[in-house]
């Protein structure tokens, strides 16, 4: 079996600086509360709670005075400012990327546009940029998403950071007809961008690729959906016990791909664990 690694592949600038700064945090302080899942990578998290990371669902679960991370994905300002009430220190691990379409958000919406996200509702990124704005804004996840509306005058297009451009390029064409003036920030992010395009290119000349990612990471299922539209067949893993030697069997060339989350340690272990096969 030959095995081909795609490039550029696996952990992101925004997440690499996220733990970074949660590392170097630990060890200063020794115990600190993130809000949400720092990153969407259990193993990674499962490593820094080994550490000292606690991670809550909500501020309120956080004690008076003690240490907040905020994750690479951000949150509202409301949790934000809420975080800077009640603990001694803030280790704000906000992706500047992720902060950019968060103030763009708060300008559209300034600037009386009705603004509309490309993105997963359900996405922590999302949620937190949905914070820094009004109530009026609007998440789609597609165009099929788009309903047809009266005549809008002014509309603002922004997307969740690790979308497909194809995606937003579509949603964003639903808007044309109807609105007086419509304006689009393309913010998906390079690193995203780059990581999609590899896989594009891995596509071409192996028989399946074996994509390492949390099941809970956003931009790992973007690789998966991207292989799969290619006619390449995935095995999306979290960790190497998961790996199909029957799948793996069937075909001579695989390729190697990771979600901007993963760790290198765990593409490392999976590089090797496929090489033994
Ligand atoms: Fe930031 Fe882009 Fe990664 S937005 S968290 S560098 S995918």
Redesign the pocket.
């Known amino acids: 079996m030959n095995l081909v690694v795609a490039s550029p592949t696996g952990m992101?600038?925004?997440?690499r600086r996220a733990i970074e700064q949660l590392e170097s945090a630990l060890s200063e302080y020794g115990s600190i509360f993130a809000i949400g899942s720092p990153i969407h990578n259990p193993q990674e998290v499962k490593r820094l709670v080994g550490m000292g990371l606690e991670v809550v669902e909500d501020i309120s679960q956080i004690p008076e005075g003690s240490v907040a991370f905020i994750r690479?994905h951000g949150v509202s300002r409301a949790e934000l400012e809420e975080a800077g009430r009640k603990c001694r220190v803030v280790v704000d691990g906000t992706?500047p990327?992720?902060r950019n379409v968060q103030r763009k958000a708060e300008c559209l919406e300034e600037e009386g546009y009705r603004v509309v996200i490309v993105g997963d509702s359900n996405h922590p990124e999302v949620k937190g940029i949905l914070g820094h704005i009004g109530p009026g804004a609007v998440v789609m996840n597609g165009e099929s998403e788009v309903k047809p509306e009266g005549r809008r005058s002014k509309i603002g297009i922004l997307c969740q950071?690790?979308q497909r451009e194809e995606t937003l390029a579509l949603v964003a064409s639903k808007f044309i007809i109807n609105t007086d003036e419509v304006r689009v920030y393309n913010t998906v992010?390079g690193?995203?961008i780059e990581r999609q395009s590899s896989i594009k290119r891995l596509a071409a000349s192996v028989d399946g690729i074996v994509i390492i990612g949390g099941k809970n990471s956003a931009?790992t299922r973007e690789l998966v959906v991207i292989s799969e539209s290619l006619g390449v067949p995935a095995m999306w893993v979290e960790q190497a016990e998961e790996l199909n030697r029957g799948w793996l069997r069937d075909r001579r060339t695989i390729g190697v791909a990771a979600g901007?989350s993963t760790p290198d340690w765990l593409l490392e272990e999976i590089v090797r664990k496929l090489k033994r096969l």
């Open positions: 992101c600038f925004g997440v690479a992706c990327y992720v950071t690790t992010c690193a995203a931009n901007g």
